[in-house]
């Protein structure tokens, strides 16, 4: 997990928060109305990733976590599969009002994007034929593209020991790129390997 | 229903291998959408992945595009659930436990070894949009220096986004 700045003012609710992190003792109440409305400012004001935005609401803005549970909190949905910010929205729902809090932190965080997208799904079946249509919307994928290749590029350049785990990178690229192998199989294979030489690697630097 | 069923399960099933977030998802999606179930062609699967990059929201939201395209609204909804609700089980479970496991020497090596995998998966995303939107030598050009802005520069991806779509508008790409 990349070590954030905790340069956060501390939230003005609870003067002594113990650091530590996702401990849960009795945080502030947040109604699931207010869940449901701080996930949705997030939701519709990211684009092309609403991480940043996440962290701002939940630490600067409204105080619901302190940077050290928010770091926490996100190293678990890092570390977990899936769609990251929407387990974001579903821990610190549920852990202000349980179950009902996270269906409330979640629909606000897709609610309002997710109609947005609808709409203009429903553009692009009117009018996506056009040839106008066409080449505006291969040059965005064009740029999509890019952008997807420069993050790659900047996460390759960020990685950890490089000569022990870039050929797994590769080998993740021929297998899933080139040979179109099911990514399930593929991911469990590699992440057994890889994770096995970074245990190996791990042990070897915790001995003496 | 059985269809609405498949697009629940299936993508149930990719997103539990989902490391590296929706991104990293997309030649899986690619692969099961387009080649093995033919619910889209290659175009159409493009125009999506563009539609939902050119919006605001989760990365994820391409997922609610693909099963309202395939669906329609019951489509999207049970595609989101498919890809919120298994993970967000585990999280839901998980999370009171965390603390006993962060830190544990298999929970590093798992992050540390899971993290060269989603870089490939990224750059496998970035090559097979790239080969199905059939890019020419405009569009490959225009990738170039789109990832190059974004490297070497501060600029807002969403300006790269509509000179992208400007250019596309120009028939450039």
């Given at each position: 997990?990349?070590?954030?700045?905790a340069?956060v003012?501390?939230?003005?609710?609870?003067a002594q928060?113990?650091?530590g992190?996702?401990g849960?003792?009795?945080p502030a109440?947040?109604t699931c109305?207010q869940?449901?409305l701080?996930?949705?400012?997030?939701?519709?004001s990211g684009?092309?990733g609403v991480?940043p935005f996440?962290r701002?609401m939940?630490v600067?803005?409204?105080c619901?976590l302190t940077?050290?549970?928010?770091?926490?909190?996100?190293?678990?949905?890092?570390?977990?599969?899936?769609?990251?910010?929407?387990?974001l929205s579903i821990?610190?729902?549920?852990r202000?009002?349980?179950?009902?809090?996270a269906?409330?932190?979640?629909?606000?965080l897709?609610?309002?994007?997710?109609l947005?997208?609808l709409l203009?799904?429903?553009l692009?079946?009117?009018?996506g034929?056009?040839p106008q249509?066409?080449?505006?919307l291969?040059g965005v994928?064009?740029?999509?593209?890019?952008?997807?290749?420069?993050?790659a590029?900047?996460?390759?350049l960020?990685?950890?020991?490089?000569?022990?785990?870039l050929?797994?990178t590769l080998a993740?690229?021929?297998?899933?790129a080139?040979?179109?192998?099911?990514?399930?199989?593929v991911?469990?294979?590699l992440l057994s390997?890889?994770g096995?030489?970074?245990?190996a690697y791990?042990?070897r630097?915790?001995?003496? | 229903?059985?269809?609405?069923?498949?697009?629940f399960?299936q993508f149930?099933?990719?997103?539990c291998?989902?490391?590296?977030?929706?991104?990293?998802?997309?030649?899986?999606m690619h692969r099961?959408?387009v080649?093995e179930?033919?619910?889209?062609?290659?175009?159409?699967?493009?125009?999506?992945?563009?539609?939902a990059q050119?919006a605001?929201?989760p990365n994820?939201?391409?997922?609610?595009?693909i099963?309202?395209?395939?669906?329609g609204v019951?489509?999207?909804?049970?595609?989101?659930l498919?890809?919120?609700l298994?993970?967000?089980?585990?999280?839901?479970v998980?999370?009171?436990?965390?603390?006993?496991f962060?830190?544990?020497?298999?929970?590093?090596?798992v992050q540390?070894?899971?993290?060269?995998?989603?870089?490939?998966?990224i750059f496998?995303?970035a090559?097979?949009?790239g080969?199905s939107?059939g890019?020419?030598w405009?569009?490959?050009i225009?990738?170039a220096?789109t990832?190059?802005?974004?490297?070497?520069t501060?600029?807002?991806?969403l300006?790269?986004?509509g000179?992208?779509?400007?250019?596309?508008l120009?028939?450039?790409?």
């Open positions: 997990m990349p070590s954030r700045p340069t003012s501390m939230p003005e609710t609870g928060e113990q650091p992190g996702g849960g003792n009795s109440p947040v109305r869940l449901f701080g996930f949705s400012s997030v939701g519709i684009f092309g991480l996440a701002r939940l600067e803005e409204r619901w940077a050290e549970e928010f770091n926490s909190l996100l190293g678990l949905c890092q570390f977990l599969p899936g769609p990251n910010v929407a387990n821990a610190v729902g549920s202000y009002q349980g179950i009902r809090g269906v409330a932190a979640v629909t606000g897709f609610g309002g994007p997710l947005i997208v203009l799904g429903l692009y079946d009117r009018y034929q056009l249509a066409q080449g505006l291969r994928a064009a740029v999509g593209c890019g952008l997807l290749f420069g993050t590029w900047r996460m390759a960020a990685l950890k020991l490089k000569r022990l785990f050929p797994f993740v690229f021929v297998a899933v080139v040979l179109r192998w099911p990514m399930p199989v991911m469990v294979g390997l890889s096995g030489v970074a245990y791990l042990r630097k915790a001995a003496p | 229903m059985m269809l609405l069923a498949d697009l399960f149930a099933l990719l997103f291998v989902a490391f590296g977030g929706a991104s990293a998802l997309l030649p899986e099961v959408v080649l179930k033919h619910w889209l062609d290659d175009a159409t699967f493009t125009h999506l992945y563009a539609i050119a605001p929201g994820g939201l391409v997922v609610s595009l099963g309202w395209e395939v669906a019951p489509g999207a909804l049970a595609a989101s498919g890809m919120i298994p993970t967000g089980i585990m999280i839901y998980l999370m009171r436990h965390w603390h006993r962060a830190g544990a020497r298999w929970q590093q090596s540390l070894g899971v993290a060269p995998l989603a870089v490939g998966l496998a995303a090559f097979l949009i080969q939107a890019l020419g405009g569009g490959t225009l990738a220096l990832a190059v802005a974004l490297l070497k501060k600029w807002h991806p300006w790269l986004i000179l992208g779509a400007l250019a596309g120009l028939g450039w790409v």
